[in-house]
């Protein structure tokens, strides 16, 4: 039973029960076929934690539309979801909750009762962000839904953890972190923003211990110096080279310390001279390694001084920064000051001032992993859309640092290392141990941190395909995986570790191809925020216009890489093409006389048949190209113009007069064609616009049980008619020309006049007479070899093949067309009057509002073109 369209095309009712029809008959369940080739995409997981935004609906729409093509391509197409357990975000959340409602803190609950509380947490919002994903359309198979801390995952992270600390790829070591005294967790560079922000550089003098006289350092951060134990100099700098190897004393702390040579202080820049704080900065530290110096941390987790600060422990770092440059001043030790401004580095999750300092933390070498990370993208077995974005990825792994891989959270995957009480070794294991593997003590205590979130999602395109299960069907089926769709701001956090760890478990790639997006910004070109509360909720858009009309504004005029603006408007226009779509569709579907679909015998075709089925090939070629490429706007927008334009404006048109004439084979030949396109354009447009196509194609004539498991169209040389076609397009430019021309003129339709038609393709011409009457209201149509007599006094259309002549008084009533132009002059005239006495009067333009002079200006100039356009109508009607 074929459905029936109701007058109005309603987005949100259809919209949910299609999807329900897709669920219920299993449309998106993927299953391995050795008979297909396969396809698969890993969904980017959203955090748990997360509301759709219109980033999520843009990254969403550009998988889904991929999927559904390769699957109406012939793929067995997988669409794998899952959501992320987002560490720290969703430990917030929690504790944020638990401040609130109990007045309580995660300590007051103890690790246990916590844990309890997110996972509760997870089981009540977690599902949230999958049920607006769903609203957009996705075709992902549920049933294959993961989650970055269910099981599979986690042993999987285990897996991969022991397997790479077995190796001497992780380890655990004092290194310079960046901390945040905010969220008080360690992060990793890629968490790490850098804002410029201006500050100060400070010159201290350091007295030397022998009294011969002092060395001035320059520091942006005096707070640290508390912490200093030694001054590097260049050993071969003329200036400094004899102070090597004599001390200095640090001032308020009165500690002596060190000058030592190294090379890496750069000659002539600052004072030459860099005071050593190798506990809170990373370069210090590594020179302090070279030379042996002390590592004093004044800094602690919470961003106050500690106690080896001396007076100014317990003080805020700013606090004491403040302090302290009073002191020096006081004391004599401070130089000058100069306003400087450099990059800090800020938590990109609260954007506090982030803290190099050292710690103990979990690390995973990088140097070794990256080589085939680098390897794999330089001779193109993954490949990145577009390209550009491989040397951003490049340039990162060539300078990739360890990776601190340590989280002080509770949410997350529990770091598998065990410390022996007895004898201090650390027991790496897949399996709980209940002793120690070096000494046989069972008095065993659990690190307490937990993996940094990236270190599980870098694992996703193989850990939700089973492994570390290599028998897995799904992995042997879909590793790797094809196409990875994310926007730019995640390639070093997630692309580069997915490409990292695929290499380092999988030895091969984790996909072929990285699609990378743009951000959605609002229609101003700013970046959509809570705080500017100019975010565009992509849910109430759906609602609105319709999922459809949605998908179809993201992806049109959208291109791989670049940021796009968002305009509501946009929406708007895309509601009103599904409309315009639905009205066309239920027109065809009124005048359908028969039950199935199939183009009529060759010979019935008729020259507007030939010529539609020429379009709708070449578009079929153009849009499978452009999906191949990736360029899946300009896939939309060709589609969209066809619809609009050859099928709606035109076609249709053309045809009308069989559909209601009496030649029954004409009439039927019509109508096999109309939905013969209808039911082709239906399928291209159908990744990008899923509920409407479905909808209309479950109301035409049709063989299957859905649209999204029907083929993709196919080229089809046989119905290539370009002679036919490039006729009937020399007719319609005729039409169109006559048409632009009578609208200028300000001639209704009813008003029919002989047309004169001179071209050496005549022949052309006579066959589309029927159509050059009705369409550009002729009542007759001459076709002549030359100009007809008279000429001189008709209006003259030229196209590229032909020049059409309408006796002008067929047309238009002289004496009242030349009275109308009379009277629209006077006003005009009158008008640019008005206008040139204010804009002469000086007190006015001086005293008015910039805004109102200009207005005024253009209104007069407006009026001054209008009035050149009625004298140019006069002449020519006067001529
Ligand atoms: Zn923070
Ligand atoms: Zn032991």
Redesign the pocket.
């Known amino acids: 039973m074929r459905k029936e369209l109701p007058k109005q095309y309603d987005p949100t009712q259809v919209e949910s029960q299609i999807y329900q029809m897709w669920l219920d008959s299993d449309c998106f369940k993927a299953e391995p076929d050795p008979d297909k080739k396969p396809y698969s995409i890993v969904m980017p997981p959203p955090n748990v934690t997360g509301q759709l935004h219109m980033g999520h609906a843009l990254d969403s729409t550009l998988q889904d539309i991929l999927t559904r093509y390769k699957r109406m391509e012939g793929y067995s197409a997988l669409w794998l979801p899952g959501t992320d357990h987002a560490g720290i975000a969703t430990q917030i959340k929690v504790e944020e909750e638990l401040r609130v409602k109990e007045g309580k803190t995660r300590y007051d609950l103890g690790r246990e009762k916590f844990l309890e509380r997110v996972w509760a947490w997870k089981e009540k919002y977690g599902s949230r962000i999958v049920e607006q994903q769903r609203k957009l359309g996705v075709s992902c198979d549920w049933s294959r839904s993961r989650f970055t801390m269910d099981e599979g995952c986690s042993k999987a992270v285990r897996e991969a953890f022991c397997e790479m600390y077995d190796k001497g790829l992780i380890y655990k070591g004092s290194r310079i972190i960046n901390w945040c005294p905010h969220c008080l967790t360690a992060l990793s560079d890629a968490e790490v923003e850098y804002v410029d922000k201006p500050g100060h550089l400070w010159y201290i003098r350091y007295p030397l211990s022998d009294g011969s006289g002092d060395i001035v350092v320059a520091t942006t951060r005096p707070e640290t110096m508390m912490g200093d134990t030694g001054v590097a100099v260049n050993p071969n700098d003329e200036k400094f080279k004899h102070l090597i190897g004599k001390t200095c004393i640090l001032p308020i702390m009165n500690r002596e310390i060190p000058i030592v040579g190294d090379e890496y202080c750069e000659i002539g820049f600052g004072t030459g001279a860099v005071k050593m704080t190798p506990a809170h900065d990373p370069n210090d530290f590594e020179v302090g390694l070279r030379h042996n110096l002390d590592v004093i941390r004044v800094i602690a987790d919470d961003g106050h001084i500690n106690e080896n600060g001396g007076k100014y422990n317990g003080m805020d770092r700013y606090e004491c920064r403040k302090a302290l440059v009073k002191d020096l001043e006081e004391q004599g030790y401070l130089v000058k000051t100069e306003p400087y401004s450099h990059n800090v580095g800020t938590c990109y999750r609260c954007h506090n001032d982030v803290e190099p300092l050292i710690s103990a933390q979990w690390f995973v070498k990088m140097k070794p992993l990256a080589e085939e990370a680098i390897r794999v993208v330089k001779d193109g077995t993954i490949k990145f859309v577009p390209e550009r974005f491989s040397k951003t990825y490049l340039n990162w792994m060539e300078n990739v640092h360890d990776w601190c891989i340590s989280r002080q959270l509770w949410w997350g995957h529990q770091i598998p290392a065990w410390y022996?009480d007895?004898?201090?070794?650390i027991n790496v294991s897949r399996e709980d141990p209940t002793k120690?593997e070096?000494?046989?003590?069972t008095k065993l205590t659990r690190d307490e941190d937990v993996l940094d979130t990236w270190f599980s999602s870098g694992l996703w395109p193989f850990s939700t395909l089973g492994w570390p299960d290599l028998d897995s069907e799904d992995l042997k089926y879909w590793y790797p995986t094809t196409d990875m769709v994310t926007g730019y701001d995640i390639i070093f956090f997630w692309v580069a570790r997915m490409v990292v760890s695929g290499m380092e478990q999988m030895k091969k790639e984790p996909f072929k191809t990285v699609f990378i997006h743009g951000l959605v910004r609002d229609d101003k070109g700013r970046k959509m925020s809570k705080s500017l509360g100019n975010g565009i909720d992509p849910l109430e858009m759906a609602e609105k216009y319709g999922a459809d009309a949605l998908r179809f504004n993201l992806i049109t005029g959208n291109s791989p890489g670049n940021d796009m603006r968002f305009y509501v408007e946009k929406c708007e226009a895309m509601r009103n093409f599904a409309n315009k779509i639905w009205n066309a569709s239920r027109y065809v579907l009124m005048n359908l006389t028969v039950e199935e679909n199939g183009l009529p015998d060759a010979a019935d075709l008729e020259i507007e048949d030939k010529w539609v089925l020429s379009k709708l090939n070449t578009l079929i070629k153009e849009v499978t190209e452009n999906m191949d490429a990736y360029e899946l706007g300009v896939a939309s927008a060709k589609v969209y113009d066809f619809i609009w334009d050859t099928y709606c404006d035109w076609y249709i048109e053309l045809t009308k007069a069989r559909l209601y004439g009496e030649d029954e084979k004409s009439k039927l030949a019509a109508q096999k064609v109309l939905v013969y396109v209808l039911d082709q354009f239906l399928r291209l447009l159908h990744p990008f616009m899923p509920f409407i196509t479905e909808e209309i194609w479950q109301a035409i004539p049709h063989e299957g049980r859905s649209l999204m498991l029907a083929d993709w169209p196919k080229y089809d040389e046989n119905l290539n008619f370009s002679v036919e076609a490039a006729h009937m397009e020399s007719v319609m430019n005729a039409i169109r020309s006559i048409r632009n021309r009578r609208a200028e003129m300000n001639v209704p339709p009813s008003k029919k006049s002989t047309l004169y038609v001179v071209s050496d393709k005549g022949e052309i011409f006579r066959q589309g007479t029927g159509f050059i009457c009705r369409l550009a209201y002729a009542d007759q149509v001459i076709i002549c070899d030359s100009d007809p007599e008279g000429h001189e006094n008709m209006v003259c259309v030229v196209t590229n093949d032909a020049k059409l002549y309408i006796p002008l008084e067929e047309l238009i009533d002289f004496e009242k067309e030349l009275a109308r132009i009379e009277k629209e002059k006077a006003n005009c005239l009158k008008q640019i009057a008005m206008f040139e006495g204010k804009l002469s009067n000086e007190a006015f333009v001086s005293r008015a509002p910039e805004k109102v002079v200009a207005e005024q200006r253009e209104k007069l100039e407006k009026n001054r073109a209008l009035l050149a356009q009625l004298e140019e109508s006069e002449k020519r009607l006067r001529r």
């Not at 007895?422 to 070794?425: F, I, K, Q």
């Not at 070096?438 to 003590?441: D, H, L, N, P, R």
Request: hydrophobic share 0%.
């Open positions: 022996c007895e004898c201090g070794h120690c070096k000494c046989g003590c």
